[in-house]
Nanobody
C-alpha cells in the first residue's frame, strides 16, 4: 500500500511558476526507489490526462507534448517525494493535478493511467490570464 499526498497547488498568473510535491508513505513507500511515478491532471469537463512520468532512478522522464519544455518532473528517493516544476504556465494548464504510483516493482516510466494503482487526492492549479 502507498499513500500519496500532493501539495503546492494554487492560483498563479499566466507566465508564472509553481512546484508541486507528492510525498509517498505507507508500507510500499519503503521501496519508493523501486518504482516509477507519474503526474496526471484533470480539467473541468475533461478526462484525466497524462502530464509526466519518471523512472525509479530519475534517469528517464517522459512528458506530454503540451508541457514539454515547460514542466520538469524529478524525484528525491531519500524523501520519498516526486516533484513537478511548472513554468511558463498557461490558462490551459488549469486543472487538478494528481500524482500516481504503480504497483511495486514497476520501475520504468508509464504514460497510461491504467498502469497506476495508487493515486493522491489531487491539488488544484489555477492559472489566470
Amino acid at each position: 500500500q502507498v499513500q500519496l499526498v500532493e501539495s503546492g497547488g494554487g492560483l498563479v498568473q499566466a507566465g508564472g511558476s509553481l512546484r508541486l510535491s507528492c510525498v509517498a508513505s505507507g508500507r510500499s513507500a519503503r521501496t519508493f526507489d523501486s518504482y516509477a511515478m507519474g503526474w496526471f491532471r484533470q480539467a473541468p469537463g475533461k478526462e484525466r490526462e497524462f502530464v509526466a512520468t519518471i523512472s525509479w532512478s530519475g534517469g528517464t522522464t517522459i512528458y506530454a507534448e503540451s508541457v514539454k519544455g515547460r514542466f520538469t518532473i524529478s524525484r528525491d528517493n531519500a524523501k520519498t517525494t516526486v516533484y513537478l516544476q511548472m513554468a511558463s504556465l498557461k490558462p490551459d494548464d488549469t486543472a487538478v493535478y494528481y500524482c500516481a504510483a504503480p504497483i511495486q516493482g514497476v520501475a520504468s516510466p508509464k504514460i497510461h493511467s491504467y498502469d497506476y494503482t495508487y493515486w493522491g487526492q489531487g491539488t488544484q492549479v489555477t492559472v489566470s490570464t
